[in-house]
């Protein structure tokens, strides 16, 4: 059994903290002693250590902001989303072509190379970690059709919006699809690419599942029972994308799980428990485990000081196994909860 963590936001890091992947999140956080930044929870030592096989590693870009400067780059126009975009598409595949163990997941014969290292038996000096590239706000596309180079490079998901963008409304930025949207979830569909449904405005979201024609997740969206936000999920929106065989991934940030979270909150204040307790959710809403997983968010703009309690890095990911099976879940559910529910989507995606 292993994991498939649905967001990581790799290679901003990487871009905007200089937190090389290959390094601990330990060794990162000794380097970082006072910087002020967010204590790292990404490494690969740490992910395989806490058996996670597969990645969907985004590429993440800011929109610039209205008023005020942000801490990292930005964009104002779509050639500057896709430059940004570009070199943390870059940074991914100098990671495969530099280091053994990460591979880019672009055909299903990437994919099962991976899992073959993860088999039972496997020493785990020889396992590898698989990176399926997901571009998160489709403003790096310039134009719908243009997403085909896009992926050519590697992409196999993508998010139409974050804040609202060119093609959907977004996180905090009510609105639809636009008819660029539109004609961009077409190409997506024509290439078999899988629509992430996360930070969509409501509108927008019912739009897409209604009319796009391909295979859709929400790569890391959490329920709106625990923090009553346009940024998660409502039940009727959990059983539309379940009615799809959509899976949604629980992002696990203190902010995204509870109301009395706020920063500079201690961690005991959302417990470990609070995580099976939106996967739970999920489960019951949709009446069964096969459309729920993980999509943490790690290093996604917040540290380990505001994780659940009990959790430092990504190896602490594999605490949800027995956290699942304390609350009653069967072997076979925990596997579809943390891998094989997104995996689904993901063969179903990949070319031969």
Known sequence: MFI?????????????????????????????????????????????????????????VAPRPNRGTSPYPTYSTPREAYDQAM??????????????????????????????TWESGTEITDRKQGFVILME?????????????????????????????RYAGGTGMPG?????GQ????????????????????????????????????????????????????????????????VMGIVLYNRFLSEDWTSGSAKSTVPFSRIIEA???????TGSANHVGIGSDFDGGFGAESIPEDMETATDLWLLYHALRKRGYENQHIEAILSGNMLRKLRASLPE
Not at 27 to 45: C, D, I, Y
Not at 102 to 110: A, E, G, P, T, V
Not at 176 to 180: C, H, N, Q, S, V
């Open 279 to 285: 996967i739970d959710h999920v489960c019951q809403v």
């Open 87 to 116: 070199q943390q598409m870059d940074y991914y595949q100098r990671l495969a072509d530099e280091n053994e163990k990460i591979h880019l997941i672009l055909r299903q014969s990437d994919l099962d190379m991976v899992l073959t």
């Open 4 to 60: 498939l963590d649905a967001h990581q936001d790799i290679a901003f890091n990487y871009i905007t903290h200089n937190r090389e992947y290959t390094l601990s999140a330990w060794e990162k956080r000794r380097r970082e002693v006072g910087s002020g930044k967010g204590l790292a929870t990404l490494g690969l030592p740490d992910s395989i250590l806490g058996r996670v096989a597969i990645v969907f590693a985004t590429l993440f």
């Open 137 to 165: 706000g489709a403003d790096p596309i310039l134009e719908p059709q243009q997403f085909e180079e896009w992926y050519e490079r590697g992409v196999r998901l993508v998010g139409p919006a974050w804040q609202a963008t």
């Open 183 to 246: 004609e961009l979830l077409e190409v997506l569909a024509d290439n078999n690419a899988i629509l992430d449904l996360s930070h969509l405005a409501e509108e927008a979201f019912l739009q897409a599942v209604d009319e796009f024609g391909g295979i859709l997740l929400a790569s890391h969206s959490n329920p709106r029972k625990f923090v009553d936000t346009d940024r998660h999920l409502s039940d009727d929106m959990i059983r539309r994308l379940a009615e799809r065989d959509g």
């Open 176 to 180: 639809g699809l636009t008819a660029l």
